[in-house]
């Protein structure tokens, strides 16, 4: 029965790739952009993974995509490289299911790969649940997030990575692993690049629901960079910002408060700060905030965290010594900074150090002028100054020049997750060009 339905699935497969008009796929901010020759979002179990990936060896390239969220090539199959495939799991989404975790509150919760954060966010609601942490927005899905090591903010706390329990990985000859019978399949794979196979299921941490409030206030940029330390000690969710020639710093601060304690709506528009409401809500935007967002384009370097106040000044002086090929009606500039803890993930920007992490963004680049030129100055800037005095390594999702050289110091265990990767994928067929040129494997 099932092998009937497998070749079913694989024959409507095959008579859509014969049949579908080769249409060009772009990333969220419209900068990347690839013509793979297959493109499917159909999947909805485990099983048409498994029997499409059988069929793989008629592809040279497979990339499974998630929300597109990802600034950097990451995603693109290589055009003109063969035959390329691409697939979203946007079809395959929901809670498998919630198990008792080993620490107290704490449930491990199984999750369909493509589903998506914010979706996750109502899902765990709805059962008294919450995630630890996120980054700035819901849109990503679970796996897409998790291979690009995405993270929010928070001394103490990891990446949305660092939560990962377990996970069913499906390689390139169809076979799934579980990291119930094979660690390295965890070890290796809670920060992926999307190398190792097929993420089919995720097994997250969740929390009870809790409450957070959060406050957003302007001070001096001088004055936050005097009590940038205590700042850092005092909350554990700090975060703060900064719009390039100017002399005012934003702060963004999120506390815990009692459950009971009542809601005022951090999805309003816009909210009153401080605003009270079930954590999410008080970590990304609402849908139809997100949905109104002008297109941005991002860079984001991670540092020892020691190091925060050195590279911030090392790159506000960079800006004085650009200034003068500055131009204002280009886009609208904003320099992050977020803190993250360490963790021992191979892959992983965190690995065993604690960082912070500065972001630089051009807000408009698509909707001014198409044009990336004043991105580029500030972002390769970054790079290089972090890169060159402080290790700084860059975000995998996020638009960086990075070559292997660049960053294999830092990675120490780039070639056992190679050796991992080349015994799920002999083939390589989940590889691309940015992932070939970071992982060394350029011939
Ligand atoms: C508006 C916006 C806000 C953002 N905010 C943050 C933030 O606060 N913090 C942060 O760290 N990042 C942030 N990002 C970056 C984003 O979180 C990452 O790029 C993330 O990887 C995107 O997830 P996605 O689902 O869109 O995956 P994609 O970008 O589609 O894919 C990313 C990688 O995951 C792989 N992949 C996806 N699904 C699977 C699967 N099932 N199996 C195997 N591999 C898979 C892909 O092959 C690719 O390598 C933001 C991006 C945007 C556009
Ligand atoms: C941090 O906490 C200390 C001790 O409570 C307090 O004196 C100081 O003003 C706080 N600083 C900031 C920036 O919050
Ligand atoms: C969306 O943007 C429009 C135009 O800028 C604005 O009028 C509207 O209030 C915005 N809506 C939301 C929900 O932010
Ligand atoms: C600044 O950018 C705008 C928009 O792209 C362009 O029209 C203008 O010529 C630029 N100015 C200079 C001095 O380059
Ligand atoms: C950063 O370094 C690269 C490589 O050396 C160089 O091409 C680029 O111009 C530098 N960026 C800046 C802003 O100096």
Request: charged letters at 20%; glycine letters at 6%.
């Amino acid at each position: 029965m099932a092998s009937t339905s497998h070749l079913f699935f694989t024959l409507i497969l095959i008579t859509l790739a014969c049949s579908a008009e080769l249409q060009p796929w772009t990333d969220w901010d419209k900068l990347q952009s690839c013509t793979p020759s297959f493109y499917s979002n159909v999947f909805t179990r485990e099983e048409e993974l498994v029997a499409f990936l059988k069929g793989s060896s008629s592809w040279d390239q497979v990339k499974v995509v998630g929300a597109g969220h990802s600034f950097s090539s990451i995603t693109l199959t290589d055009d003109g490289e063969g035959q390329t495939a691409m697939l979203n799991l946007d079809s395959y989404s929901g809670i498998v299911s919630v198990e008792e975790g080993d620490q107290d509150g704490v449930k491990h919760v199984e999750v369909k790969a493509g589903t998506r954060l914010r979706d996750l966010n109502t899902l765990l609601e709805a059962r008294g649940l919450a995630l630890i942490n996120l980054g700035a927005t819901a849109a990503q899905s679970i796996a897409g997030a998790i291979s690009t090591s995405t993270h929010g903010t928070g001394s103490s706390l990891g990446s949305i990575s660092s939560d990962v329990v377990g996970l069913r990985l499906i390689d390139a000859m169809g076979v799934v692993h579980d990291s119930r019978q094979e660690p390295n399949v965890l070890i290796y794979g809670r920060v992926s690049l999307g190398v190792l196979g097929v993420i089919s299921t995720v097994t997250i941490k969740a929390v009870p629901l809790f409450k957070m409030k959060l406050s957003k206030f302007d001070l001096p940029l001088t004055e936050l960079l005097e009590n940038h330390d205590a700042y850092l000690a005092n909350y554990s969710r700090f975060q703060w910002s900064t719009v390039p020639y100017t002399s005012t710093a934003t702060v963004l601060l999120r506390e815990p408060v009692p459950l009971d304690t009542p809601i005022t709506d951090c999805w309003a528009d816009p909210p009153t700060y401080p605003c009270v409401d079930v954590s999410y809500k008080t970590l990304v935007d609402s849908l139809e905030r997100y949905d109104n967002r002008t297109l941005y384009t991002e860079c984001e370097h991670f540092i020892g965290r020691e190091n925060t106040l050195p590279a911030v000044n090392d790159f506000l002086d960079f800006q004085e010594d650009v200034k003068d090929q500055h131009n204002e009606s280009k886009c609208d500039l904003f320099f992050n900074i977020r803190y993250v803890a360490a963790d021992d993930i191979p892959l992983s920007p965190m690995y065993q150090r604690d960082i912070a992490v500065l972001s630089f963004i051009c807000l408009g680049t698509i909707d001014h002028t198409g044009d990336s030129s004043e991105f580029k100055m500030y972002a390769s800037g970054l790079e290089n100054l972090t890169k060159l005095n402080y290790d700084g390594v860059p975000h995998w999702g996020k638009q960086n020049w990075a070559t292997y050289e660049d960053i294999a110091p830092f990675y120490q265990e780039m070639d056992d997750f190679n050796a991992f990767r080349e015994k799920l994928d002999p083939r390589g067929i989940f590889l691309n060009d940015y992932t070939r040129v970071r992982l060394g494997l350029t011939t």
